[in-house]
Every structure is written in C-alpha cells, then in structure tokens.
C-alpha cells in the first residue's frame, strides 16, 4: 500500500498547479469546498500536462542511518526519459548509463546502456552494451513483450526509472488511481469518492476509504499544505507550496509501532523547483532517503507540452544486426540491413537480463 500511495502522489505532484489566489483562501482547515475547488484545479492541470522530457542523473549515497553522513558510492543513473499524458501509459526510459552492484558476476560493478518503452499495447527492450573489468560488449538484443517493461511495474521502486524522477502511475493496483487530485476529491467526501468508483469497477466496492487530514501549516518559512492520509500503521504526509504551483517539497513515509509511536521508514525532499511552463513547477534537485541509503537527483533539461512531440518515441526501434525476441507470437527476428525483422525458423529466447543488486 505504501508504494501505491507514493505512486499517486509522485506521478504528478510536482506539476500539481493551483493560481496563487487559492493560498489567501485556504485556513488551517480546509472546507469541503475548499478541498472540491483544489481538486478540480489540479485535475484541470493534470489534463493540461500533454507531454513531458526528463534528462537527469542520480546517484547512491550510504551513511551510518537515515541523517548521515554520506558517503557517494560508484552507483549512478543517467537518463533521459518521455512520458505521455496522464491518461496514457506511453513511457520510454533511455538509460545512457547505469552502474549497479553485479549480482554473483565477474566484477564487484557493472555498467548498462539500454532502452524500455512501452506503447499503450506493448512493451520493448533494447539492450546496448555492458562494460565490466575496463572492457565494453555490445549486446544488440531486444525483446518485444504484451506487458509493460518491469521497471515501469515496480511502483514505489527508487533506483534507475526513478532518475526520471519517480514517475511510476503505470498499473497501479487498486483502489487508488493515477491522479494526485482525486487524494483532495476524496478527502471532501470519501463515501461518496469510493462509491463513485464502484459505479464504474465493482471492485471498489470492498474498499474502505482512508482517513485523510489537510490542513495549512508552515514547513520551516515556507506557507504549505500539508496532507495526511492514514489506514491502519501507515501515515503518509505530503508538504505542498502554494506559491510555487503547488508544487511537492517534502514526502514521509511512517508506519505505527506496536504501541502507536510513528517511525519514519523514507522520505522524499525537493530542494530546488523549477518553472518550466507557466504555473508548471519541476522538481531540479531532490533527495530520497530509505534507511542508510539516499539517492540524490538532478535534473539538467525538462520539456514539457513539445508541440513537436512524436509519439512515436514511445516505440523503440530496433537497429541493423540485432535479435529480437517476440515474446507476443513467440518468434525470433533478425534486423536486416532495410531494418526489417526478419523472422528464424524456430522460436529460441536469447534475450536474457543481467541482474544486479541496485540499480535496476
């Protein structure tokens, strides 16, 4: 549940917008219409967000506990990642180098170059090479799969995709769903939020509503929102600021002890926002802190909106001379030199993922 939560919160936390009128409105406590007015500004918003381009960077960082000190470690990330809307599950993560910890391997690290993607119908893999012990194989091969890439799956999971930062709203279990608003839509009425979903899917029917808390309270100088969402030991609390766009400054993840005492288990800090549309707030620098681990992020480019934005991005293709498995029809292809898969007369997988402890 933990990971869920913190999926529909991160999909489009960073991003969620409100007019800077809202915030001389809001008081310690917000009205139910307060909270029907937030929620449809921000959906507003989230349908406004047509496309987006992330190019970043992450590294590991381990301490002695979850306050430090530091220590950088040779684990790092650099991606450059599109997503589209948010009622489209379009996502393509190029990864220009990720370094991991080489599970039961020849060397104590390995470093990959790859692709995922996945269409809306289905998913690609494209592996580059792999460098290990000072020496770099190319491995053209690639995989076409019925299902999304599993690191698009991994909700909550902050290692590679997360370099792009945090954006994993892909098949997401329910009862919760891809938009950060409904968390406000449902806070004014969850009975009502909860019976309108099983109006569409059934399923919501066995769903108890979460306990939800927004009230308006300073984090540190700074005039946010803050939202707590509680079930049984968990407790969720994210800090909004009204005057960046509502953009996500901080996120905790707790749980409850056995006698009730809330232990923090990891958090999310934004350290630096950035306008990259109008009312539109990205996050630049941010930290994510589980236990002895941190991973510190940079975004150098962010584009949104591209009017010359291909869709097509979202389908990988595959270069001259690789092997593809067709894991759909069960088939293996050849790339010609016209580009064209070329099936083999029997159906033997030789695409095989190289496993490693972090980073992927």
Known sequence: MRNIILVTILILAFPVLLSAAIAKEISSELSVEELKFIAKSMRAVEDSLLNVRIDSNAWIEYGPSSSGPWEKTPLCFSTTAFFGNISSNQARIDYHKEVGQWKNGTAPYLQQRYSISFDGLKGRRKDISISYNGNTFDRNIGEISSEEPLQFKMCGRITGIESSLFFYYRNMPKPFTKRFSDNFEAASDPNSFIAS??????????????????????????????????????????????NQGFALLKFEDLRKDKDGNEQLKSSINVTKLKEVAKDIWWPMEAYFVDGNKRIVYQASNVIVNDPNFDNNVFTINFPRGYKVDDTVNGKNYIVDANLTMVAEPNYSPHFKTIHHTDGG
Do not use: H, S
């Open 197 to 242: 979903l099983a109006a569409k899917d059934p399923n919501y029917l066995n769903v108890k509503p979460l306990k939800n808390e927004i009230v308006f309270e300073k984090l540190g100088d700074i005039e946010c929102i803050k939202a707590t969402c509680m079930g049984g030991a968990l407790i969720q609390r994210w800090w909004l600021d009204p």
